[in-house]
C-alpha cells in the first residue's frame, strides 16, 4: 500500500457537511495541499 504524502491527491465526499468539512479542515491544518471534492451538480 502506498503512503499518502502532502502531495497525495485526497477525495473527501460530503464536504459540506459536518464531517465531511472536518475532514478537509483537518487535512489542510496537516499540509495536504491536493484535496478534491465535487458538488451535487
Known sequence: MAEMTPNSRIFVAGHRGL????????LEHLGYTTILSATRD
Open 19 to 26: 464531517v465531511g468539512s472536518a475532514v478537509v479542515r483537518r
